[in-house]
Structures are given as structure tokens and as C-alpha cells.
């Protein structure tokens, strides 16, 4: 047991827990008004859903001793053995420490996705669709990647959740932005932020627990915890400067939204990468990063799906290059613990990301389209016209964000 890194981790993972109520306001401010209350009360209740799934089986499924590469056993559900003494994860510091840590990471997934659907889904959809998601999707896809699994097993590289997380999270968003459909008005009437100070505030909250993220997921408070938190910071930097670049060029204005879609692009992008690669590297991810997704965002018009918060072209793109870049910028020279990418003498690597990343999005679109029509099936998944039209503030919760 290490002091110092348990004093380390345990901020980390305070960090990392602020980022779903940063998202939630983040969120909330691109919605319009009357919306802006259901919008953040999303992300906010995923912090209670998934907080118990974890402590029931949540964990085991994903980090419990592994099942043929595919599934944790229950043999810590209820954290039966989880203790105060350090786990196999985590040499230096409690296992108990490590499971809260991954817990954060559990929390943000499924409120990530909430950004695609905002706006139209019931209340009770959402309840049941982040329960039957989280468990049939998130705790799978992080056991094959992080405990014990088989992406893991075979060399795959994601050093804070590119796939688990952002990868995972934005091929459900596309699936769920089509499946609950279009927002009433939309592309025949203007959608505008109706507070983008406070989507600034969330930007800046993330960008702040994402250092607890990435520098954390070194779980120890040392060299690579270092290389992580640097790298973080110069692609987030990076790709805020590229995005709103390319809006300039483009729309001939740099805008306060755009300047934080970048640095949260850059932030998806660098995150399977952070402790692998140099902060040179990591100017480089984030640079493509914010240029690359600002295009995917401009994609969903064409294509005609509804993404309402840019969850595919930010955290679906944003994570794909991420997995990839892994592939290419990793260098052993920066991280013993980890491999070299195609730039270090090792294209083999680049295709174990590749199929990694794929698999995953493979899964993520079928398991979802699964549980969303299911879920259509048996109980509706959006509320009624008149509903969305009053906003779900009023109408599923009896509030409203502002009394002016």
C-alpha cells in the first residue's frame, strides 16, 4: 500500500465523478429553456442508476474474474471480497479505491449518450434504457478491454476508456438519435443554445476532471500519471484552437461553442492515448481531432439524423481517431507497460486498434438497436407532441429552469 497514491486516486476519482454534473451543464446550456432541467436531471440521475448497478454486480460483470475473455463472474457482486487492502488491478492502493475510480468512469458513459436524444425521450425511457444499456453494453465492453477480456488479452490499447467509453457511447448515440427520431421542427426551424455560458462552465469543468481521467488511469502518482495529465492538456488545447480554425475558414465566424466542441474533441481523442504517447504526439491527435470532428458534426444534417448535443461526431469520431491515432503515436519509449505504434516500428498494432475500435461499434449499434426497439415495443420511448412542445421540463418533471 502506497500513501501517496492512494491520496492520489482518491482526488482523481472526486475529479472524475465532477465530470457527469460538468456534462449535465455542458448539456443543459445547448439545449433550448424549456428543456434545460430534464436535460441536465439526465445526466444527474446517472450517478444514482449506475451507482447501484456497480455495487450489485455492475463490477464484477466487468472486472470480476474473467469468463472465457467475455464477462466477469459474480463473484463480487455486492463487492463480496473488495476490500481495503490492494486488489488485483491495483497494487498501491485499496482495491475498494480502484472499484469507486472505475465507478466514475461507468457513470459518465450512458449520460453521454443522453446528449443524442435530448429533448424527446420520456423520463421512464430513460430509466429503463440506461439500466438495460449499462449493463447489457458498458460492463461487457469494459471487461473485454480492461478486465481481463479478450481485447485486452490480445494487445489492445485503450490506456483511459477511447472505446470503452467514447467509442462505445457514440455508435449508441447514432443508433438512439435514429431510433427516438427527429425533434419536432428540426431542420425546418432554428435549435440555438439558450445559455452557452453555462455550456462553457461544463466544458471547463470537464476539461479540469479530465486530468483525474487520464492522469488517474495510471493509478499511481508517477511518470506516466505525468505523461497523461500533459498530453491531456496540449490536445484539448490543440483541438480548440483547430475547430474554431476551421469554423472561421468555413462559416467565416469563430463561435464560444465551437471553441468548446474543440477541446472536448480533443479531450475524447487523446484519452486511449494519454499515457502511451509524447506531448508532441498529443499535439498532433488534438490538432486532427478538432478539424475531423467539427466536419463529422457538419455531417448529421446531410445524413439526416438527429444527433441534438453532436454526441457521434465528437465522442464517436473523436474516440476513433483516438483508438486509432493509439495505434500510431504509442511508443514504449514513453510507456515500458505498453506497445509501439505503427510510427515506432510496429504496424501491427494499428490494426489491433482498428478491429478493436470496430468490434466494439459493431456491438454497441446491435445491442442497442436491440434494447431501444424492445424498449419501443413495450412502453414508447418519447413523449407525446403536445409534450414536447410544452418541454420536458413541465411536462415530466413539473418544473421550470427559470422564473423571470
Same mark, same amino acid.
Request: charged share 10%.
Given at each position: 500500500? =502506497?500513501?501517496?497514491d ?27 429553456? &424549456? ?17 447501484? !448497478? ?13 469468463? *472465457? ?14 476490500? %481495503? ?27 453521454? #449518450? ?12 430513460? @430509466? ?14 469494459? *471487461? ?7 481485447? +485486452?488479452a490480445? +494487445? ?6 477511447? %472505446?470503452? $467509453? *467514447? ?6 448515440? @447514432?443508433?438512439?438519435? $435514429?431510433?427516438? +427520431? &427527429? ?10 443554445? *439558450? =445559455? !452557452? ?7 471547463? #469543468?470537464?476539461?479540469f ?5 487520464n ?24 483541438a ?8 472561421? $475558414? ?5 463561435? %464560444? @461553442?465551437?471553441a468548446?466542441? +474543440?477541446?472536448?474533441?480533443g ?15 498529443? !499535439? $498532433? ?31 464517436? /469520431? ?15 519509449? #514513453? =510507456?515500458?507497460?505498453? &506497445? ?5 516500428? =510496429? ?8 478491429m ?9 449499434? /446491435? ?5 431501444? &426497439? ?19 421540463? !413541465? ?10
Amino acid at each position: 500500500m =502506497n500513501t501517496g497514491d492512494t491520496a492520489f486516486m482518491l482526488i482523481a476519482t472526486a475529479m472524475v465523478m465532477l465530470m457527469t454534473p460538468g456534462l449535465a451543464l455542458f448539456y443543459g446550456g445547448m439545449v433550448r429553456s &424549456k428543456n434545460v432541467l430534464a436535460t441536465i436531471m439526465q445526466s444527474f440521475l446517472c450517478l444514482g442508476i449506475v451507482s447501484i !448497478l456497480w455495487i450489485l454486480f455492475g463490477y464484477s460483470m466487468a472486472f470480476g474474474p474473467d469468463v *472465457h475473455g467475455i464477462i466477469g463472474d459474480l463473484s463480487w457482486a455486492g463487492l463480496q471480497g473488495v476490500g %481495503t487492502t490492494p486488489g488485483p488491478y491495483s497494487p498501491t492502493i485499496p482495491h475498494l479505491l480502484f472499484c469507486a475510480f472505475q465507478l466514475m468512469f461507468a457513470v459518465i458513459t450512458p449520460a453521454l #449518450i443522453t446528449g443524442a436524444y435530448a429533448e424527446r425521450m420520456k423520463f421512464t425511457a430513460f @430509466l429503463v434504457f440506461t439500466t438495460l444499456w449499462t449493463t447489457l453494453v458498458y460492463f461487457p465492453v469494459c *471487461h473485454w478491454v480492461w478486465g481481463g477480456g479478450w481485447m +485486452g488479452a490480445h +494487445g489492445g490499447m485503450d490506456f483511459a476508456g477511447g %472505446t470503452v $467509453i *467514447h467509442i462505445n457511447s457514440g455508435a449508441a448515440a @447514432l443508433v438512439a438519435a $435514429i431510433m427516438v +427520431g &427527429k425533434r419536432q421542427g428540426w431542420g425546418r426551424e432554428p435549435f440555438h443554445p *439558450h =445559455n !452557452l455560458g453555462m455550456t462553457l462552465l461544463g466544458a471547463g #469543468i470537464l476539461w479540469f476532471g479530465w486530468f483525474g481521467f487520464n492522469a488517474g488511469s495510471a493509478l499511481s502518482a508517477g511518470e506516466i500519471a505525468t505523461v497523461a495529465f500533459f498530453t491531456t492538456q496540449i490536445a484539448s488545447a490543440a483541438a480548440a484552437v483547430s475547430w474554431i480554425v476551421m469554423e472561421w $475558414i468555413t462559416q467565416g465566424r469563430p463561435t %464560444t @461553442l465551437g471553441a468548446a466542441s +474543440g477541446a472536448i474533441a480533443g479531450l475524447v481523442a487523446i484519452t486511449p492515448a494519454s499515457g502511451f504517447v509524447s506531448p508532441i504526439s498529443g !499535439l $498532433i491527435i488534438g490538432l486532427v481531432a478538432g478539424a475531423l470532428c467539427y466536419f463529422a458534426v457538419l455531417q448529421k444534417s446531410k445524413l439526416g439524423y438527429d444527433d441534438a448535443l453532436d454526441v457521434v461526431g465528437v465522442h464517436g /469520431v473523436g474516440g476513433l481517431w483516438g483508438a486509432l491515432a493509439t495505434g500510431l503515436f504509442a511508443s514504449t519509449a #514513453i =510507456n515500458p507497460a505498453g &506497445k509501439n505504434g505503427l510510427f515506432a516500428g =510496429n504496424p501491427a498494432q494499428l490494426g489491433i486498434q482498428a478491429m478493436d475500435a470496430f468490434t466494439v461499434i459493431a456491438y454497441s449499434l /446491435v445491442a442497442t438497436y436491440i434494447i431501444l &426497439k424492445g424498449m419501443d415495443m413495450v412502453m414508447g420511448l418519447r413523449v407525446n407532441k403536445d409534450e414536447e412542445q410544452q418541454g420536458l421540463d !413541465l411536462s415530466q418533471h413539473s418544473e421550470t429552469g427559470y422564473s423571470l
